[in-house]
């Protein structure tokens, strides 16, 4: 392909596939959920820090988030770049290449992400950052409000991604990949749970079903909610709220019966009672799950939650040190 525009080459990334729902994101709109503004941000945010800890970027650094089915890029000008999160069975100029991994890419080299087999989403991090639009404060793509990374919405064939200017090393990260320890949970399938605000208002049968079956991912799923079906959950009263503040991990259960799992894109009230609270350190597996997946749900304390989400941060040190030490 013609890398000359106008007698210049141009720069960035060139779209020339956009997969079936490629955005920026970052780690999210924090502060304005009283104005009514969701966080958003990325879904599965561990992959998205790992990625970036790779190429030696600021956690919050945005990303390309691919989904289900990746897109194929042109790079235009040379850069490290790394992919985490769900095996997308990437391709450089078609020969294979690891995830998890910092990699060189040069002038006029082709990225394919094919299709993902072992999650849904996965990371694109490059050194130095992606130029999109910020948004009070954020790249992440809103695609409801249509503002934040690429104009606010999903990428399409012949989008140009802008890159900031940075410094390469030829020989920096060069033959090393991250442990694959870092993401078994692209394999989990128990998601542990506190109790919700609203537990008691469920039947007991409900509550000993909802931990003791499993539930399957629906098609509706999507990043505002993972939507799933199972045993069907019955409240003890009719009583509804008139409405309060959800976090990501919400599981809402509406009037269906069949709970919601609030995600990265959520609204910020809801007025369906809320069963059960994902933990955090288990957001990210569940941001992988893709319809037709099962899971089931395990209640643990709040002390244990905050005894993994520890770990995970520590993990996420460590990862940052022996970056750090292959440079």
Request: net charge positive; charged share 20%; proline share 4%.
């Amino acid at each position: 392909m013609n890398l000359l525009i106008g007698g210049k080459i141009e720069m960035g990334i060139l779209v020339l596939k956009p997969g079936l729902l490629t955005t920026i994101q970052d780690l999210g709109r924090i502060g304005y959920q009283n104005l009514g503004v969701m966080i958003g941000g990325a879904m599965d945010k561990f992959a998205h820090s790992a990625a970036n800890v790779l190429v030696e970027n600021d956690v919050d650094e945005p990303t390309i988030e691919a989904t289900l089915a990746g897109p194929h890029l042109q790079f235009r000008q040379s850069a490290l770049i790394a992919l985490c999160g769900a095996d997308f069975h990437p391709l450089l100029n078609d020969k294979k290449v690891e995830m998890g991994s910092p990699l060189h890419v040069n002038q006029g080299d082709i990225l394919k992400l094919n299709n993902a087999s072992n999650g849904a989403r996965a990371y694109i991090a490059v050194k130095g950052g992606i130029i999109s639009e910020t948004f009070l404060g954020s790249c992440s793509t809103d695609m409801k409000m249509q503002r934040g990374g690429l104009n606010g919405r999903r990428f399409k064939r012949g989008d140009v991604i802008e890159l900031k200017a940075t410094h390469l090393k030829s020989s920096i990260h060069s033959g090393w990949k991250a442990s694959a320890s870092l993401f078994t949970y692209l394999e989990q399938k128990t998601i542990r749970v506190n109790e919700g605000l609203q537990y008691n208002w469920f039947s007991e049968e409900s509550r000993h079903r909802f931990f003791e079956e499993k539930f399957t991912v629906l098609p509706q799923s999507d990043r505002m909610g993972i939507r799933l079906q199972g045993p069907n959950l019955s409240r003890l009263s009719k009583n509804e709220l008139l409405t309060e503040g959800v976090t990501m991990g919400s599981i809402q259960v509406p009037p269906s019966g069949a709970p919601i799992v609030l995600m990265a894109d959520r609204q910020t009230t809801g007025g369906y009672p809320k069963i059960a609270q994902v933990i955090s350190r288990d957001l990210h597996a569940l941001a992988q799950k893709k319809p037709g997946d099962t899971l089931s749900f395990e209640f643990i304390s709040v002390k244990e939650a905050q005894r993994l989400i520890k770990e995970e941060n520590k993990l996420m040190s460590q990862l940052s040190f022996a970056v750090t030490a292959k440079s």
